[in-house]
């Protein structure tokens, strides 16, 4: 079966530090990967996603993640981390088979000055 | 572009009411549009997936009585709670997509809080 794992729960940086989130995904073919981002009571917007290609993607707001194929992993990553991008991070495998999104459990950013 | 929103944002109904929740696509047309419930400090859980004139397919454990969903046109796809009780209080989240490779991606609502006293 389809999963999602983000191991982190929770992580704080230091704004300015750079910042890392990880991401294992278990599925048989090609996946498509998505990372969300969810602010308090807000829906999730998309940040960047893989389809094929390249294995570097970059999305918006500065982030980037890369595909791993070897190790099923769909990391995102952050240069430089500003007080703004503290919210709850979501990693998404589609399957498509079904075209039903499988979520991880989230990591909450927090950002300290 | 692709635009998704939903009414209301937030509501609070008494135990045994019912609720209807609307998701609409303001740009696009939507082939299918997802229901997702989100407890506090959990992620999305799929509730159903509607494709736009035919019967929502429901996921396993969720009662398809309970949370009645239509999607009776490309932009619009309603999700009423009958007779709701507070177990049934959660942050609701639809979203909408196009289908197909070039329309995996899905675009979220921003969200219905229900509370139910």
Known sequence: ?113 | GAVVSQHPSRVICKSGTSVKIECRSLDFQATTMFWYRQFPKQSLMLMATSNEGSKATYEQGVEKDKFLINHASLTLSTLTVTSAHPEDSSFYICSAGTGGRAGAEQYFGPGTRLTVT
Do not use: M
């Not at chain 1, 969300?36 to 570097?56: A, C, N, R």
């Open chain 1, 1 to 113: 079966a389809q999963s999602v794992t983000q191991p982190d729960i929770h992580i704080t940086v230091s704004e300015g530090a750079s910042l890392e989130l990880r991401c294992n995904y278990s599925y048989g073919a090609t996946p498509y990967l998505f990372w969300y981002v969810q602010s308090p009571g807000q829906g999730l917007q998309l940040l960047l996603k893989y389809f094929s290609g390249d294995t570097l993607v970059q999305g918006i707001k500065g982030f980037e993640a890369e595909f791993k194929r070897s190790q099923s992993s769909f990391n995102l990553r952050k240069p430089s981390v500003h007080w703004s991008d503290a919210a709850e991070y979501f990693c998404a495998v589609l399957n498509t088979g079904g075209f039903k999104t499988i979520f991880g459990a989230g990591t909450r950013l927090f950002v300290k000055a």
